[in-house]
C-alpha cells in the first residue's frame, strides 16, 4: 500500500481551515493508504525556541481535536516527531548533501525572515527547516503528501535532496508527491486567511456564544452599509463560509436575496451560525471528552510514536548501509 505522511504544526485547538484544508483530507486518506500523521513539534521549536512552553500542551489539545474530527489511531499511525529520534539522524544525513543555495532560496525562508518581528529567526535550524521536513517525508520513503500550496516548494526541495541522494548512494528514496488540497483557502472574521496567528481564526470548538459574537462582527461585503443596500455575495466572506458550511439551498437563498436587499447581514450570518453547529456540534463534544483526558492522548501517541519509529529504523538501516556508516 502507498505510504501518505503529513505532518502539523502544534497550535492546539484547530479552526475551520484546518479541517477543510487537511482534516477532512487525512481523513479520506487513512482509509486508502498507508498513514503517518505527525505533531512537527521540532518544527514549532526552531521558530518558538525562546519560549516552548506552550509545545507539549498544544500538542495535546491539537491531537484531541485530530481525533474528534475522525482520524483513528487504528487506521492511520498518529505520532510525534520529537518521539522518533530517527527524524533527527535522517536531518543531519541529507544536511550533508544539500546545497546552503536551495535553503536561501526557499519562499517561505526570506518571507518569514522579514515577516516575523517578534522573534528572532536568525538561528541555524530555521534555515533548515525544509530539511528536517525532507527528513520527516523520507524517512517513511513516503509517496505521497497531502499539504496546502503554502507547501510546495517544500515538497519541491525534498523531491530534489531525495534525487541528489539516490544518485550519490542509491536508489533509497521514492521522489514523493504533493496531494494538493482541493479545499478554497478560507477567510476569517477579518477576511484575511484564516489563522490563528491573525486572531481571526472560528475554532472547532467555540462554544455557541464565542462563535455567535465572531460571526456577528464578521466582515461583509464593505459595500453594503446600510440594509436597504444590495450586496455582493461574491466579495463577501461570510458567503464564502457558506459555500462550504451550507447546504446549497441557503447558499441559493442567500446569493438571490442578498443581491437585492432581501435578506440583512445578521440574519444571513444566523444561518450560517445554524448550519456551523450543525456541523460542529459533534466535533466538539468529542474535543471536550480528549480534553479532558489527556493521558489518553498521551499514550495513544506513545503508541503510534513506537509504530512509525519501527518503520523509521527500517529505512535508516538502508541509509546507513548505502552511506557506508554502518560498521
Ligand atoms: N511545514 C509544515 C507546515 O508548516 C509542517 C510539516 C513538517 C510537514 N513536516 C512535514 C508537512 C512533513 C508535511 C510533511 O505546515
Ligand atoms: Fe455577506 Fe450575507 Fe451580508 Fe450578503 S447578506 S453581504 S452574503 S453577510
Known amino acids: ?3 501518505v505522511v503529513s505532518g502539523m504544526r502544534p497550535t492546539g485547538k484547530l479552526h475551520l481551515g484546518h479541517l477543510e484544508g487537511a482534516l477532512k483530507n487525512w481523513n479520506r486518506l487513512q482509509h486508502e493508504y498507508d498513514c503517518f500523521f505527525f505533531v512537527a513539534d521540532w518544527h514549532a521549536l526552531t521558530t518558538d525556541y525562546a ?6 500542551p498544544n500538542t495535546l489539545l491539537m491531537v484531541g481535536d485530530w481525533l474528534a474530527a475522525g482520524l483513528d489511531p487504528n487506521r492511520a499511525t498518529l505520532f510525534v516527531q520529537s518521539l522518533v529520534p530517527e527524524h533527527a539522524e535522517l536531518h543531519l544525513l541529507l544536511s550533508c548533501v544539500t546545497p546552503l543555495g536551495w535553503l536561501e532560496r526557499v519562499p517561505t525562508y526570506k518571507e518569514q525572515r522579514e515577516n516575523i518581528r517578534d522573534k528572532d529567526l536568525g538561528n541555524y535550524a530555521f534555515l533548515g527547516y525544509p530539511v528536517l521536513q525532507a527528513a520527516d517525508i523520507l524517512i517513511y520513503q513516503a509517496h505521497f503528501v497531502p499539504v496546502g500550496e503554502d507547501q510546495v516548494p517544500h515538497i519541491e526541495l525534498t523531491r530534489e535532496i531525495a534525487r541528489r541522494f539516490n544518485k550519490l548512494y542509491g536508489e ?8 494538493l488540497t482541493q479545499a478554497p483557502r478560507l477567510p476569517g472574521t477579518d477576511g484575511r486567511k484564516m489563522s490563528k496567528s491573525y ?13 455567535w459574537e465572531k460571526l456577528r462582527t464578521m466582515v ?3 459595500a453594503r452599509v446600510r440594509r436597504t443596500d444590495p450586496g455582493n455575495p461574491e466579495v463577501c466572506p461570510v458567503y464564502a463560509l457558506h459555500r462550504v458550511f451550507s447546504p446549497p439551498e441557503h447558499q441559493q437563498q442567500v446569493n438571490v436575496e442578498c443581491r437585492r436587499a432581501g435578506i440583512g447581514c445578521v440574519e444571513c450570518k444566523r444561518l450560517l451560525y445554524e448550519n456551523l453547529r450543525e456541523r460542529l456540534a459533534p466535533i466538539a463534544d468529542k ?3 480528549y480534553e479532558s483526558r489527556p493521558e489518553q492522548v498521551r499514550e ?5 510514536s513506537r509504530r512509525a519509529r519501527q518503520r523509521a529504523a527500517q529505512t535508516m538501516d538502508c541509509v546507513r548501509a548505502a552511506m557506508r556508516i554502518a560498521v
Open 1 to 3: 500500500m502507498p505510504r
Open 51 to 56: 519560549d516552548p512552553s506552550q509545545i507539549r
Open 172 to 179: 533509497i528514496f521514492p521522489e514523493p508527491q504533493a496531494l
Open 199 to 211: 486572531g481571526n481564526d472560528i475554532r472547532l470548538t467555540d462554544p455557541p456564544d464565542v462563535m
Open 220 to 222: 461583509t461585503d464593505p
Open 287 to 289: 474535543s471536550a471528552y
Open 300 to 304: 495513544l501517541l506513545i503508541e503510534g
